[in-house]
């Protein structure tokens, strides 16, 4: 019934409001009372910078050239929309949802799920037990940009970070799609965020962030088929086979003579089913058959579809030869790159960076620039540029460099990581 989570929806009534509300740190007021305490939080994660360079890093393909394939910022952009259409129908908080929605993929790395892979590899000498879970993984780094890294000017024109509410810090760690779950349910007490050591292993504090949660994966899955159309990944035969999974699992049964459509190409009753369609059947399935007491699920047909389609996705697009064969390309990037910034540990610690890297423009302004934000590199600048973040790293200690390194390859979008790469091994 639309509105049946009224009564459990994130709001002044809650009695986890003032925990869904508290901020580290009290943000400047503006004298007005215009936006709500989440609406703030959407429009400061909107102009941060990491937000921004969404929009050249990899969702699937990577470093795209044709514009009509999706980047990380048309699928937050999707995650936003499908999110705010299920909160708004079940009667939860849409401020609050969208605002975990836009900043729920902020610290992903170049090259998409490939580069945290290559990135979590590459802090092999950190110091964690054998079946310790990853070093570096997006949901984690997500917070951790929006805690330390990301900064706006305050009125007094000073940078400080975004000192997000922990409503919407909390959707952004705990967000994570890849896991299938059926009648997802927040928890029911806070955690100090940091304290999660694995994305997907603890729930979202609000229905809110579980309904995000859910719709990462409902907005992925639909679009990531119409792009590997558009790159002809997906042969006939997998046309067929995905035609087969409607039918098998939906019981739907495409009209035999029916053409196949551009967009997915899954054939439905005489018309094709686009992504969009895709789309609308999971969400209103899913409206329909949500409630506060069974949680956020599908029905069993479309879970099972969900799960079928995931299984010809990795099959058919994400095990294609091309994508594999462009991740040992990402390997060599951002590892030529996190080898070439090691090598200049000695130099940041005689503040020398900016002679060393004269053959690099682009790395020397932009690592320069990051280690007098985030490191004791030159306090005495840092202070020149009013920047009041914290210091984050010390350049003197071998693991809280490597850190440092992995952190300012992460923000990189994939175009500025080749363009570092080729820096470097151009003569």
């Known amino acids: 019934m639309k509105g049946s989570f009224?009564?459990?929806?994130?709001?002044?009534?809650?009695?986890?409001?003032?925990?869904?509300?508290?901020?580290?740190?009290?943000?400047?007021?503006?004298?007005?009372g215009i936006r709500?305490?989440?609406?703030?939080?959407y429009t400061r994660i909107l102009h941060c910078e990491a937000y921004r360079r969404l929009k050249h890093k990899t969702q699937v393909f990577y470093a795209p050239k044709n514009d009509h394939i999706c980047t990380r910022i048309e699928h937050v952009s999707h995650v936003a929309s499908v999110s705010a259409t299920i909160a708004k129908f079940l009667g939860l908080n849409e401020e609050l949802t969208e605002a975990i929605a836009i900043g729920h993929d902020?610290?992903?790395a170049p090259f998409g799920h490939t580069g945290e892979d290559?990135?979590?590899s590459l802090l092999k000498n950190q110091k964690e037990g054998k079946n310790a879970p990853k070093k570096f993984w997006h949901e984690r780094n997500s917070l951790f940009f929006a805690d330390f890294i990301e900064t706006l000017q305050n009125p007094d024109g000073a940078l400080e970070n975004l000192d997000l509410t922990y409503a919407v810090r909390d959707g952004m760690v705990c967000h994570c799609g890849e896991i299938d779950q059926q009648g997802l349910k927040p928890r029911t007490e806070p955690v100090e965020l940091y304290s999660i050591k694995k994305a997907g292993t603890v729930q979202p504090f609000t229905w809110e962030g579980c309904v995000v949660k859910t719709s990462d994966k409902i907005a992925f899955l639909g679009r990531d088929i119409e792009?590997?159309?558009?790159y002809h990944i997906i042969d006939m035969a997998a046309y067929r086979?995905?035609?087969?999974?409607?039918?098998a699992t939906l019981g739907l049964k495409p009209d035999r003579g029916c053409s196949l459509h551009t967009t997915n190409g899954v054939c439905r009753?005489?018309?094709?089913?686009?992504?969009?369609?895709?789309?609308?059947?999971?969400?209103?399935?899913?409206?329909?058959?949500?409630?506060?007491?069974k949680g956020i699920c599908f029905s069993r047909p479309y879970f099972q579809f969900i799960h079928e389609l995931k299984r010809f996705s990795f099959a058919h697009i994400y095990s294609n030869w091309r994508l594999l064969e462009f991740q040992k390309y990402a390997e060599q990037i951002l590892g030529c790159i996190y080898r070439t910034l090691l090598k200049l540990q000695v130099y940041a610690q005689n503040r020398r960076i900016e002679s060393v890297l004269r053959y690099a423009p682009g790395l020397q302004k932009t690592f320069s620039d990051w280690l007098v934000k985030y490191s004791n590199?030159?306090?005495?600048?840092?202070?020149?540029?009013?920047?009041?973040?914290?210091?984050?790293?010390?350049?003197?200690?071998?693991?809280?460099y490597e850190k440092c390194a992995v952190e300012y390859i992460s923000g990189m979008t994939d175009q500025f990581a080749i363009q570092v790469y080729e820096e470097i091994i151009s003569f």
């Open 6 to 32: 009224f009564s459990v929806r994130t709001d002044e009534h809650s009695p986890s409001w003032e925990q869904c509300i508290k901020r580290e740190n009290t943000l400047y007021g503006r004298g007005n």
């Open 36 to 41: 709500s305490e989440f609406e703030r939080d």
């Open 106 to 108: 902020i610290g992903h």
């Open 118 to 120: 290559i990135l979590n």
């Open 227 to 230: 792009d590997a159309r558009l």
């Open 241 to 247: 086979q995905l035609r087969e999974i409607v039918g």
């Open 269 to 293: 009753s005489g018309r094709a089913v686009n992504t969009t369609v895709l789309i609308n059947d999971m969400i209103v399935d899913l409206c329909a058959q949500s409630s506060p007491e």
């Open 377 to 400: 590199y030159d306090i005495k600048k840092k202070k020149i540029m009013r920047c009041g973040t914290k210091e984050v790293f010390d350049i003197n200690d071998n693991e809280s």
